[in-house]
């Protein structure tokens, strides 16, 4: 069991409950390579995927994630439930627990969106990325991944790279890296920094050129152009010479250093398409992650312990 009752940020999850998810998933990525791929463990249970932003990656591994442990899943976009109709998301909230939803994952454009359903139900929340502010899970994702890989947290050095002001993901993976005794830094223009950039905690470097010999992990972060009318840099071409990951970089790194993306990827912007392509990428293996990390949050948060992961 996590000592917390939602995960709506890193700071809900101590030390030790990473450590547990982590080695919940590597029971469940076990199970995830069987042939039959299905567990009793969260019969009867409901789940509700609440993606009031698009998501591929995070929405499918969710829905996978709670057909493999046998929970009853709802899925809920913005198309298709009646905030298209200007229903607020507190009322959203009230008529989801009325129907006695067990777990709701929230993605919302608004951060504080999670908060705001586990204030108003008594469904456990996870938080499936909220505006600019967390993205918990992903952050769960990246270290199984790195641990899988490197075999082992604590002590490594981990670049992360790129639009970090827009990024729900650093905001998770600063917190989530250091509780693990990783070392973060956050590496990018000084326009795509935040105001404060010293307030997240990690070390701040403004060159990845200087910073990339020390990195084990190269984390590329997607540049959100979605999140902004106009880029604060000359050309996507401009921001790939000095912040993008290509082969000259990859050979100037440590030959052990790892590259990994959140996805969806920029292509020629953050990440040549020889990298993204190269064994030296983790992109995959991260999305594979996330269906084992994503079931073990379930199973922790919804007690399927008595079950048992082996059933
Ligand atoms: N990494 C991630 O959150 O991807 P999606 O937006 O596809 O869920």
């Known amino acids: 069991m996590l000592s917390c009752k939602h995960i709506l940020t ?16 590597d029971s469940f990525s076990e199970v995830n390579e069987r042939r039959i791929k299905k567990l009793p463990t969260l019969r009867g249970r409901t ?23 046998s929970a009853d899943g709802l899925n809920f976009t913005a198309s298709s439930s009646a905030t298209v109709k200007g229903e607020s998301l507190r009322d959203t909230a009230r008529t989801l627990s009325a129907m006695s939803c067990d777990l709701v994952v929230v993605r919302h454009k608004y951060a504080g ?26 952050a ?42 990783a070392r973060p830094i956050v590496i990018g223009p000084p326009t795509l920094m935040p105001a404060r950039p010293d307030v997240l905690g990690a070390d701040v470097v403004y060159s990845l050129d ?34 993008g990951m290509n082969g000259a970089r990859l050979a100037a790194a440590k030959p052990e250093m790892i590259v990994m993306h959140p996805g969806p ?26 269906v084992a990390v994503r079931m073990a949050v379930m199973y922790l948060l919804l007690g399927g312990a008595e079950s048992g992961v082996a059933a």
Not at 15 to 25: C, F, K, S
Not at 265 to 288: K, T
């Open 10 to 25: 890193m700071d809900d999850l101590s030390a030790a409950d990473i450590v547990q998810i982590l080695d919940t998933a």
């Open 47 to 69: 789940v509700v995927n609440l993606f009031l932003e698009p998501s591929t990656r995070t929405r499918t591994s969710f829905e996978i994630a709670a057909k493999r442990l």
């Open 113 to 138: 969106a999670p908060q705001m359903l586990a204030e108003s139900m008594d469904a456990c929340i996870v938080n499936g990325g909220d505006g600019m502010h967390q993205h918990p899970t992903q």
């Open 140 to 181: 769960l994702l990246d270290l199984f991944t790195m641990r899988s890989r490197l075999g082992r947290l604590e002590g490594l050095t981990v670049g992360i790279v790129g639009d970090i002001y827009h990024s729900r993901v650093a905001g998770s993976l600063v917190p989530a890296l250091k509780k693990v005794g």
């Open 210 to 243: 200087e910073a990339l010999p020390e990195l084990d992990v190269a984390y590329m972060l997607r540049v959100q152009f979605e999140r902004a009318e106009r880029m604060p840099f000359p050309s996507n071409r401009e921001y790939a010479r000095f912040y």
């Open 265 to 290: 990827m920029n292509r020629g912007v953050e990440i040549s398409a020889e990298v993204a392509d190269s064994p030296r990428s983790l992109v995959l293996d991260q999305v594979n992650a996330g």
